[in-house]
DNA sequence: TAAATCTTTCG
DNA sequence: GAAAGATTT
């Protein structure tokens, strides 16, 4: 055997080099190192995900030869195909709502719709909430609140074309594929629909649901339906799936030009083609679930997140309205200033599918007289933003691995991370002496959203100044965004913290001083979630210690900055350095 | 979608 | 010696 590079010594430490080959791509044909690296990661792996997901099933996912869970659901698909053919519909047909909380422009459903109206028999929607999902996929109590608010407008919504909503608690999410099983059984349905979602448990989870559902005389479709252009559908020249957005974007604008029907919405629905009223009369009185004990919120909270995120489609659509037509034309260039409404605000809608995303790039694109990359500055720019939601998704189903507490460039997987608590608080609570940060981590706290540069500058502090493991934020920011989406935060966090798809360079690192009077000039995003500083008036307020404000910051108690930028960034330099040197 | 530092240019 | 430009991290 050929005699391996030492590495970096350490205990628990793998240093196979030949993991990475000479182009530093990953290979896929055995586990990754990191896998192995449990011990490092301890306390992050077994706090994310319950116990029964093992080192070895992560592995599955990291492994080239197996398959991509994608993969595992066409497989279902393919082998099942023979006993599915001859199904006949019956008594009635199944939408299945899981994050795509609306009537309008929703693929399956329209699917499902067109199934009853063929078949002339009753169409029911069907929502699970599983408690034990919620926590294994570290949902926000806020996402949770607005998602069972926005049932309430569904069910409402759906009732009035007299199709039923019925909404059940199921504790285990194992249970779950038996359970819509058999509640087909019960209601006499043959056929049962539903929107794809592309994280590895919901994949899994829906290959098994289709192999229950042919075995017992039930056809399940799933439809592509939350991304603007399918995963899958957008490789380079070589036949490989993008790592870099650019490319990737360009890819992306070509495929909507040639295929205009993508951004096509669902035809309407009408009401209800069978009588439900008649058949299935009892499943119009079903109740919203309640939240689970471990995801409520206190009464303020949700007064105050109902005021700031009112619940249902019908805000949606008109947040998407005004915002074309107000505030659009101004966002190219104000869209990094933190204060105020310069932002859409719709992340929330999108994360659950209270909003259609091809609805919003498909108005857009109108009001941009057409064009998806000329024209309104603004416009073209928000598109790209709804772009990076539909990239970061495409990412997760062709690398799944990144599911599973592994970051997307491997040699950053051995970076020695800081696991100081008492830091970490800091940083959540807003305490880092940083006003900037402070701030930003405040409007989480509180509005359970934070803008989009806020979050970059953030990140960057956590990981670069702090050299926490920038796991600790992205798991800080799904437990409390009321947007939280695994792919984006995901995307996000591996963008901030250089160690994702197309990150910045790892010696790009954010000066929060700089972002601070580049971003927020006048102080006044400071001034609103900083209530200690709210009386310095000038351009100290970045700075308020070495600026003369010092007496204000100390009356107040505004803490001292924690770190040094100049020496955090000294020693993240050396460190990411030593990291990409080393290799995984 | 960076910031620091080094180098050149201009008055 | 400021400001703009190029290079480095």
Known sequence: MAPQKRKTAGAGRNNDTEQINKRGKLDLSRPHPSAQQ???????????????????????????????????????????????????????????????????????????????????????????????????????????????????????????????????????????????????????????????????????????????????????ETAHDTCVVAPGRLTSQQGKQYAVYSPWYRAWLGYLNENRDCLEPSEELGSNPGDARRSFNDLFTSEVPAAPENKQLSDEEQRHLSQLYPAGEHEALRRLEVFLEEKAKDYADARNTVYGQTTSILSPYFASGILSARTAVEQARKANKGSLQRGEPGLVQWIGEVAWRDFYKHVLVHWPFICMNKCFKPEFTNLEWEYDENKFNMWCEGKTGFPIVDAAMRQLKQDKWMHNRTRMVVSSFLSKDLLIDWRRGERYFMENLIDGDFASNHGGWGFGSSTGVDPQPYFRIFNPLRQSERFDPDGEYIRKWVPELRDIRGPEIHEPHVRGAEAIAQKSGYPRPMVDHATSRDRALKQYKRASENGP
């Open 38 to 220: 449990s011990e490092n990661f301890g306390i992050v792996l077994r706090e994310f995900y319950p116990p029964e997901i093992s080192n070895e099933r992560c592995l599955a996912y990291n492994d080239g030869t197996l398959e991509r869970p994608i993969e595992t659901l066409q497989r279902a698909y393919k082998e099942t195909a023979d006993q599915t053919r001859a199904i006949e519909a019956n008594a009635a047909v199944v939408h299945w709502f899981k994050s795509d909380l609306r009537l309008h422009d929703n693929r399956a459903l329209h699917l499902a719709y067109q199934s009853a109206k063929e078949n002339n028999i009753p169409l029911i929607g069907l929502y699970i909430l599983s408690p034990q999902d919620l926590t294994a996929h570290l949902s926000s109590p806020a996402r949770v609140d607005l998602t069972l608010r926005t049932l309430n407008q569904l069910k409402r919504d759906l009732s009035e074309l007299d199709i039923p909503l019925y909404m059940e608690t199921q504790e285990s999410r194992k249970n779950i594929p038996q359970r819509i099983v058999d509640l087909c059984q019960q209601w006499g349905a043959s056929h049962l629909y539903a929107n794809l979602e592309y994280e590895v448990d919901e994949l899994r989870r829906e290959a098994k649901l289709i192999r229950l559902c042919a075995s017992n005389g039930i056809k399940f």
